[in-house]
Structures are given as structure tokens and as C-alpha cells.
């Protein structure tokens, strides 16, 4: 499956951004999805996931509550929408796939076969 994430830019605080994860090659609903994030010199962090079905949902602490996934499997496509945005929420943001088959490890990068390019997300005044 090949990813294409888009809806980077820039916003200022407080702002919102919905970031979109087009996949194609391969039916969506045979993965499980996640958004991660990365500063450049910091490891690779989980920010939401998503299992292939969409009954379930997974955020990082630091996001929990102003982020929210989803998916349309009709469409191929995986969103996150980012509300109160805030500058430490600056960072490239990928999209990944794993196999849904897996399970219990959303937030593990390792486990995500597939990702996307990744789209820049800055948060500034």
C-alpha cells in the first residue's frame, strides 16, 4: 500500500488543522493506521491510531482531547483532525500502516509496515 499524507501548514496557536492520509495499491480496511510526529533531532512520537474497522481509537496523552481520527475505508482515507493547536505541536506528520491483524501495538512505530511522506505541521504567531 502506498500512503500519500497532506493538509500541512502553517497556524497559529489556538488554531485548527485536519490533516489527510490517501491510501492506494491496497484496500485501507486491510490496515490499522497511525499519525506520528517528528521534530527534527527527537525520536519519532505516537500521535493517534485507528484500527481497520474504525471501533477503536487510540491517542497520545499529549493530544488526547484535541485531536481526533478517522477513517472512511470507502474512500481509502484517513483524517486527523487537530483543534487548539499549540507550538509544540510543530512537526512533520506521518501517516502508517500495519496489517490488521496486529494488535496491541498501536502506538509502536516498529509495528507500522507502511508510511506516508509525511506533511510539515507549523504552529506559530
Known amino acids: 500500500v502506498q500512503l500519500q499524507a497532506s493538509g500541512g501548514g502553517l497556524v497559529q496557536p489556538g488554531g485548527s488543522l485536519r490533516l489527510s492520509c490517501a491510501a492506494s495499491g491496497r484496500p485501507l480496511r486491510e490496515y490499522n493506521m497511525g499519525w506520528f510526529r517528528q521534530v527534527p533531532g527527537k525520536e519519532r512520537e505516537f500521535v493517534a491510531a485507528i484500527r481497520w474497522s474504525g471501533g477503536n481509537t487510540y491517542y497520545a496523552d499529549l493530544v488526547k482531547g484535541r485531536v481526533t481520527i478517522s477513517r472512511d475505508n470507502a474512500l481509502n482515507t484517513v483524517d486527523l483532525q487537530m483543534n487548539s493547536l499549540k507550538p509544540d505541536d510543530t512537526a512533520v506528520y506521518y501517516c502508517?500502516?500495519?496489517?490488521?491483524?496486529?494488535?496491541?501495538?498501536?502506538?509502536?512505530?516498529?509495528?507500522?509496515?507502511?508510511w506516508g511522506q509525511g506533511t510539515l505541521v507549523t504552529v506559530s504567531s
Open positions: 502508517a500502516a500495519q496489517p490488521a491483524r496486529t494488535y496491541s501495538a498501536e502506538a509502536d512505530s516498529s509495528k507500522y509496515d507502511y
